[in-house]
């Protein structure tokens, strides 16, 4: 599987937009990106995921760049229960594993 | 409810215990994993079953034994617990023609003393 780079941390003031970066440089073709989410002692969460387009669902939007070397995931209107651990996983489409990285830790603020 | 649940929620026990974490789910998934969690670690994939009686392993087996009778169950079991077993372990489930989304459960706390 790919890698994926991500910050370590980053915050986000309430009621804005929160946009996490990815890089996935060495990608390969049938790789989609996934981003889970963990919020303080659960279990992680799906988001979103895409291919080559952009997407949105009723969480956020996930921005991807024509070479699709890099992705951004984008929260409208970040909510303080928002704060939580985002992670970045490449996927070969039909690999039921999921790589779980370091992630990034966004802490949204009032 | 209906959902992914795991019990316990919390578990102390000693080095050299036999161990069994529970993981149940409602959705007639065929395929469930556990994974643990540790600082540093990120979450890592220790086994996984495809469907009933199909299990294989994941990142890092050693120590985990798993069983898979019935689809809605996948009790992980360490047959004799070690200090560095201590961890927060999750259990999750995904369809089988979907590979889309893995749902979670709240997990395990164990601790091995």
């Known amino acids: 599987d790919a890698k994926t780079t991500q910050p370590t941390s980053m915050d986000c003031a309430e009621g804005r937009a929160a946009n996490l970066p990815c890089n996935h440089s060495?990608?390969?073709?049938?790789?989609?990106v996934y981003w889970y989410r963990q919020i303080h002692s659960q279990g992680p969460q799906y988001i979103i995921h895409?291919?080559?387009n952009n997407e949105t669902n009723e969480m956020a939007s996930l921005i991807i760049t024509e070479d699709r070397k890099s992705s951004t995931l984008i929260l409208p209107h970040a909510t303080l229960r928002d704060t939580a651990v985002y992670y970045c996983?490449?996927?070969?489409?039909?690999?039921?594993?999921?790589?779980f990285g370091a992630g990034t830790t966004v802490t949204v603020r009032a | 409810d209906a959902g992914i649940t795991q019990s316990p929620r919390y578990k102390i026990t000693e080095t050299g215990r036999q161990v069994t974490l529970m993981c149940h789910q409602t959705w007639s998934h065929s395929y469930m994993f556990w994974y643990r969690q540790d600082l540093g670690h990120g979450l890592r994939l220790i086994y996984y079953?495809?469907?009933?009686?199909?299990?294989d392993k994941g990142e890092v087996p050693d120590g985990y034994v798993v069983s898979r009778s019935k689809t809605e169950n996948f009790p992980l079991t360490l047959e004799s617990a070690t200090r560095s077993q201590t961890s927060v372990y999750f259990c999750a489930s995904s369809e089988s023609t979907s590979w889309n989304e893995q749902f979670f459960g709240p997990g395990t706390r164990l601790t091995v003393l």
């Open positions: 060495t990608i390969s073709g049938n790789e989609y």
């Open positions: 079953s495809a469907a009933a009686d199909i299990t």
């Open positions: 895409g291919l080559k």
């Open positions: 996983i490449v996927r070969v489409a039909n690999d039921y594993k999921l790589s």
